[in-house]
């Protein structure tokens, strides 16, 4: 079955920096686009980032263009997301997404992975 698994969430200072990891199995990886979410309290959930199987295309929201990037390595069925300049606003638990499925395509997401930015 399709896994998500996120890590490397945590607590960071404004300014400080933050690689998030996001394991997939279950799926052949290497074909479906990725994406990262986030969800902060009481607000929905947002697309980030997200990257072409090959990791020739990729989208940002306008609120991280230039301080997030998002990778993949589809020898260790991983997407990345490296996140800098961390603001205050940036706290929220993030979400790693796949939509998988040729026929009838489904969302899976991960656990989530919190990232709070605070001094």
């Known amino acids: 079955q399709v896994q998500l ?5 945590g607590l960071v200072q404004p300014g400080g920096s933050l690689r998030l990891s996001c394991a997939a199995s279950g799926f052949t990886f290497s074909v479906y686009d990725m994406k990262w979410y986030r969800q ?13 199987p090959t990791g020739g295309v990729t989208n940002y929201a306008d609120s991280v263009k230039g301080r997030f990037t998002i990778s993949r390595d589809n020898a260790k069925n991983t997407v990345y997301l490296q996140m800098n300049t961390l603001k205050p606003e940036d706290t929220a638990v993030y979400y790693c997404n796949a939509r998988v499925g040729a026929y009838r395509p489904a969302d899976y997401w991960g ?3 919190p990232v709070t930015v605070s001094s």
Do not use: C
Request: hydrophobic share 35%; no cysteine; net charge negative.
């Open 5 to 9: 698994v996120e890590s490397g969430g």
């Open 40 to 52: 902060a309290p009481g607000k929905e959930r947002e697309l980030v980032a997200a990257i072409t």
């Open 111 to 113: 656990q989530g992975t």
